[in-house]
């Protein structure tokens, strides 16, 4: 299975259907895919669960010289597999007029939850936005009641796009497509921090903002350098309003949209070279191929009339001229020994008389 991350948030099965493979069983990736953004190296700190020699799949050179900086190797850049879901989906969810925010808080994850008050963080939400305000929570805070209603209570939509799933259940398959077509939905996209989620809303339009209390992993680790860090690296990402072509540019730097693969170079990184494809789409060149093939090994042509044997060079065709033809090496064999005789018989050992 190599690592689990691989397949979180339905990437692995999106990186299949641009490969042209069924998303029904997503493959086994031959590395480390980087699974969200990330200003260290593409992965935790304590990344000692990346098998030395294997690659790692990063989102941008920036990650990869970063990564090389402390040591790390064998780095592959591809992009976020949400640039790949843009290629597959390009009218996904897309609305002639969009209207209103969609605020993602920062959350946990299933080992560490995060410290803030969400009651107040409603308020400031409701104070600044203008317009219908959605609240997309991450499914453990989506799971807790006070949390919900922190947000609901302030006249808002609480949403959640579901579990990050895994290899072998189908609950993160849809993720990204669900995000997609929210975000195609909204104006504005926001967050107390910066994350996947700006990235991908100013990848498709929206307006960007980060403001509000960015609250704390409750064993945040020092190598981030915390929210002093993120600031110092994007002022220009902080604050109620940014300029949107600055943001769309920056989101195509730290999602990668120049490095994106061809499905060929990404099944040949991901050892997928040899998986079966899923059938082309009917009318392409590959199609009618195929189906040629199957109507001849259905309807095979009628075989070539065999030529006689005495006519294929080199073979006899019988029994008899094979024989005969094998008589001369019988002969001279017979001939030696009779040589061999004479000569036993003229010159016999000493000490026998003749």
Request: hydrophobic residues 30%; proline residues 8%.
């Amino acid at each position: 299975m190599m690592d689990e991350s691989n397949h979180w948030y339905g990437h692995s099965r999106i990186l299949g259907r641009y490969c042209g493979l069924t998303d029904e069983a997503p493959k086994r990736i031959q590395g480390y895919l980087q699974h969200g953004w990330n200003y260290l190296h593409g992965f935790p700190p304590n990344d000692h669960w990346c098998s030395p020699g294997y690659p790692r799949f990063v989102w941008s050179d920036t990650l990869r010289r970063r990564g090389w900086s402390m040591g790390r190797r064998g780095h592959y850049l591809i992009g976020a597999p949400w640039i790949y879901l843009l290629e597959l989906e390009p009218d996904l969810g897309v609305r002639p007029e969009r209207e209103g925010t969609i605020w993602y808080p920062f959350h946990g994850w299933e080992k560490s939850s995060v410290s803030g008050d969400h009651g107040r963080l409603a308020d400031e939400i409701r104070n600044v936005e203008i317009g219908p305000v959605t609240v997309c929570l991450y499914w453990l805070e989506f799971a807790n009641p006070d949390i919900r209603q922190a947000y609901a209570s302030r006249g808002f939509r609480v949403i959640c796009h579901g579990d990050r799933g895994s290899r072998w259940d189908g609950k993160g398959r849809d993720f990204l497509r669900k995000q997609l077509v929210e975000l195609r939905r909204h104006r504005r996209v926001a967050s107390n921090r910066l994350g996947s989620a700006l990235f991908y809303g100013a990848s498709v339009g929206c307006e960007v903002a980060v403001y509000g209390d960015p609250m704390q992993f409750e064993d945040e680790r020092p190598e981030y350098g915390g929210t002093a860090r993120r600031k110092r690296l994007w002022p220009e990402l902080h604050g109620a309003s940014v300029d949107p072509e600055l943001a769309a540019e920056v989101a195509r730097q730290e999602l990668g949209f120049e490095y994106q693969a061809t499905p060929e170079e990404l099944r040949r990184m991901f050892g997928w070279k040899r998986a079966r494809a899923a059938a082309p789409p009917s009318g392409t060149t590959t199609a009618r191929r195929r189906e040629a093939a199957t109507r001849r090994d259905k309807h095979p042509a009628a075989a070539p009339p065999q030529q006689p044997e005495a006519g294929r060079r080199g073979r006899p065709n019988d029994a008899a001229e094979r024989q005969g033809r094998q008589e001369p090496g019988a002969r001279r064999r017979e001939r030696r020994a009779d040589r061999a005789a004479a000569s036993g018989r003229q010159n016999p050992p000493r000490g026998v008389k003749p």
